[in-house]
């Protein structure tokens, strides 16, 4: 299996991780309109961390974010107040939010609350 | 299969212990399995209905209903209960067309389907049968400014005929926690002490309107709505108003989704305040143990009604606003009461006695607009009233709006403009 990134300064190369990232309650829309999608992000994060669900937050926005409305995803680099983050199924709270380390084939769905209802 | 390993004690359940939790409670940080949390939702708003004997048996009832995840949710467990508990009502969907392209018509498939899905009556009511202009025609012709107090005026009253058109005096809305919360900041940050008065009562009946509104949903977070739709598997519509300005921006919702991160509990604990506010501020109109009806001078206020917009448009303020605020507060204080002295709580029991002359509330007299026979304290209803200053400029070919979904730039100072005719007008209330 090709490993193109992830390689730290001493030349060890770590896996990608593989997972579903789905959005809903309208944040599809800045994610060319696809409720889904199956992703790979580095292993780590550049400052050598296991890669966690704030690191995957700042990914999803670089790389995945087709929209340049940023500011209706994050706020002040943390997911905008008012958007639920479900970790297979699980409050994100109680996974432990920004610090929940990712794992392969993990499903994160990011639902926004805030629109009329 | 029996799971491998036994849940750890701390991921469990804190209701029934034996099923790994999933969701947090934002009141109290509860952690609840599934079918917990659904139940326990489901009793909670059981819990609001009959203390305050919302609904009486053999009784129609009309589900204000947009699509959105609120009004699905209500739908859905209004149902529940009603079977469950034998309320004895027949609800039915009321949903209103506000002629919206590429924005209403796809929440109308989401209502009719809701219709299906709960076996309920439909009846869609639209803006453009009752007044002779849809939504998109009104913005054609005065453009994104002000738009909304159109809309919000146009909505209240075409509830209220829809409603009576069924035979039906109780309309209920999906409002939620979240919203009451930021009605009441919103009214204390503009001094607004009617609406302040009004906007936390769960059922609001009025000298203005013939049909009763409640909101069953009062002291339920919007977030533990949108997971009960989750969980449910609910079908439900998510998309901002395409004329609304993104609803991200409104200080007092963006305050009160940053105040519900750092202490959840703040969104109840505001509505609580709200009552308690309500209890305290003069009014000649409160009778003992009823709902307050609306304040005189309501008439006069722009885009007042309860049905004002739950989309975006609401809770909107920015800086000039402020600055105008003020300059009508300054412009009040003659005759405007002492200031109440604080007191460290306030029994629920006991209305505080304040020494102050009450304010003068006019006299109103309810008639019969003389256009369309609406009930209204002036010659012409609201709706009426605005529909005289369109019909005046309505230009002779009609063009054809395309309204394209992607379009939703919208400039700042238009925003800003809209945002300050959002401050003077009424766009949520109780």
Not at chain 1, 56 to 73: A, Q
Not at chain 2, 23 to 47: G, M, N, V, Y
Not at chain 2, 205 to 221: E, V
Not at chain 2, 312 to 339: F, I, K, N, Q
Request: proline residues 5%; hydrophobic residues 35%.
């Amino acid at each position: 299996m090709g490993e193109q990134q992830g390689s730290s300064p001493n030349g060890v190369h770590y896996k990608p991780v593989t997972l579903d990232v789905e959005f809903s309650g309208g944040l599809e829309t800045l994610f060319s309109n696809q409720r889904s999608h199956r992703i790979q992000i580095p292993a780590k994060d550049p400052s050598e961390q296991p890669a966690n669900l704030g690191f995957l937050v700042h990914y999803l926005c670089e790389n995945l974010m087709k929209d340049k409305r940023k500011e209706l995803f994050v706020l002040e680099d943390r997911i905008r107040p008012g958007i639920l983050v479900l970790i297979n199924d699980v409050d994100w709270e109680l996974e432990g939010e920004e610090g929940y380390l990712i794992q392969d084939d993990d499903t994160i769905l990011f639902v926004s609350t805030l629109h009329g209802g | 299969m029996p799971p491998a390993l036994p849940i750890p004690a701390s991921k469990l359940c804190e209701s029934c212990r034996s099923a790994r939790a999933l969701i947090s409670r934002p009141k109290t940080h509860q952690k609840l399995c599934k079918p917990c949390f659904l139940s326990t939702f489901e009793s909670e708003i059981h819990a609001t209905i009959v203390s305050t004997n919302l609904f009486k048996q053999g009784s129609r009832v009309a589900i204000g209903a947009s699509g959105g995840k609120d009004s699905t949710v209500l739908a859905s467990v209004l149902k529940t209960l009603n079977e469950r508990y034998d309320y004895g009502v027949e609800f039915v969907l009321l949903s209103i067309d506000e002629g919206i392209k590429g924005y209403r018509d796809d929440s109308l498939e989401t209502v009719k389907r809701n219709a299906v899905q709960y076996g309920m009556e439909l009846v869609i009511v639209s803006y453009e049968e009752l007044y002779g202009w849809s939504m998109d025609s009104v913005v054609q012709s005065i453009g994104k400014k002000g738009n909304c107090t159109y809309c919000g005026v146009f909505r209240r009253q075409a509830l209220d005929r829809g409603a009576e058109r069924l035979g039906i005096h109780h309309v209920v809305t999906g409002h939620n926690a979240d919203d009451i919360a930021e009605t009441v900041l919103m009214n204390l940050l503009r001094g607004d002490l009617p609406r302040l008065h009004r906007c936390t009562s769960i059922i609001t009946s009025s000298t203005s309107s013939p049909i009763a509104r409640s909101k069953p949903l009062k002291y339920a977070y919007e977030k533990e709505i949108v997971l009960y739709a989750l969980h449910k598997k609910l079908d439900y519509f998510s998309t901002e108003c395409i004329y609304s300005p993104e609803a991200f921006r409104g200080s007092a919702r963006t305050l009160i989704k940053a105040l519900e991160r750092v202490r959840p509990s703040a969104i109840l604990d505001i509505v609580r305040s709200g009552e308690a506010f309500s209890r305290m501020i003069p009014s000649q109109a409160q009778a003992p143990g009823a709902e307050p009806p609306q304040e005189s001078g309501a008439e006069a206020d722009s885009g007042d009604g309860d049905a004002g917009c739950k989309n975006g448009g609401a809770g909107r303020s920015s800086g000039g606003e402020m600055r105008d605020m003020e300059r009508a507060l300054v412009a009040e204080a003659s005759g405007l009461e002492t200031p109440i002295a604080p007191t460290p709580c306030i029994n629920p029991g006991k209305p505080k006695q304040t020494k102050q002359t009450p304010k003068k509330i006019r006299e109103q007299k309810m008639s019969n607009c003389t256009r369309c026979g609406y009930l209204t304290s002036q010659k012409l209803c609201k709706a009426c009233t605005l529909l005289e200053g369109l019909n005046k400029n309505r230009p002779k070919t009609v063009v054809e709006v395309e309204v394209g979904i992607g379009d939703e730039e919208v400039s700042s100072s238009l925003q800003r403009g809209m945002e300050a005719v959002k401050l003077a007008e009424e766009v949520i209330t109780g």
